[in-house]
């Protein structure tokens, strides 16, 4: 069965300031990612996928996540945040079956300070 | 293009009450689904569908029950609510996947906050 782990729930980060935030993942079977964010009170929003090809993958907002198949991760990164990039982070897997389905990580909570 | 709608954005029931809620798409997506999102939890999948007329399980189905008459609609239907199902619903859609960039990703709607109590 597939899972994701997002270790941690909170990331403190003063601005101006690299994050990172962590996601494991556990398959037998190929797997493709994403990084979807939510703002406050807002759906969700697509960061950035890896499907294949790359395993350095940008995103909007200056954020990238790179891929590694040997630790089973998918680690997102921003070298320089902002206080408008405070929000909840989730990663998740995608199945490579009929349903497509997504399955989703615990989210990390990105708090940027001034 | 109005994307992934849902209605309603809030709702309040009592206990045992019975609602559906809807989903829209109008991007003539084959898959929809349906997730509740609680605090710590992420997102986990309630029912899905993978085409008009059909549905399936996900990870919560307990409580729930799901219909896709009309390919653009996905209804999510609580027969008899429970304060258990508090939560906040979301519904997501895509298409069938192809060689397009985007045909892995999932589209999701705004959002429905219930509140039983």
């Known amino acids: 069965a597939q899972s994701v782990t997002q270790l941690d729930s909170q990331v403190p980060v003063f601005e101006e300031a690299p994050v990172e935030l962590r996601c494991n993942y556990s398959s037998s079977v190929s797997v493709y990612l994403f990084w979807y964010v939510q703002y406050p009170n807002q759906g969700l929003q697509l960061l950035l996928k890896y499907l294949s090809g790359s395993t350095l993958v940008k995103g909007i907002n200056g954020f990238e996540a790179e891929f590694n198949k040997s630790q089973t991760s998918f680690h997102l990164r921003k070298p320089s945040v902002h206080i408008s990039d405070t929000a909840e982070y989730f990663c998740a897997v995608g199945w490579m079956d009929s349903s497509y389905k997504l399955i989703f990580g615990s989210g990390t909570r990105l708090l940027v300070r001034p | 293009n109005a994307g992934v709608t849902q209605t309603p954005k809030f709702r309040v029931l009592k206990t045992g009450q019975s609602m559906t809620l809807l989903c829209a798409q109008d991007?003539?997506?084959?898959?929809m689904y349906w997730y509740r999102q609680d605090p710590g939890m992420g997102l986990r999948l309630i029912h899905y569908?993978?085409?008009?007329?059909?549905?399936a399980k996900g990870e919560v189905p307990d409580g729930y029950n799901v219909s896709r008459l009309k390919k653009q609609n996905f209804l999510l239907g609580l027969e008899s609510a429970a304060p258990s199902q508090t939560s906040v619903y979301f519904c997501a859609s895509r298409r069938i996947p192809d060689q397009a960039p985007n045909s892995y990703e999932q589209y999701f709607g705004p959002g429905t906050r219930l509140t039983v109590t």
């Open positions: 569908s993978v085409g008009e007329g059909t549905t």
């Open positions: 991007m003539n997506h084959e898959y």
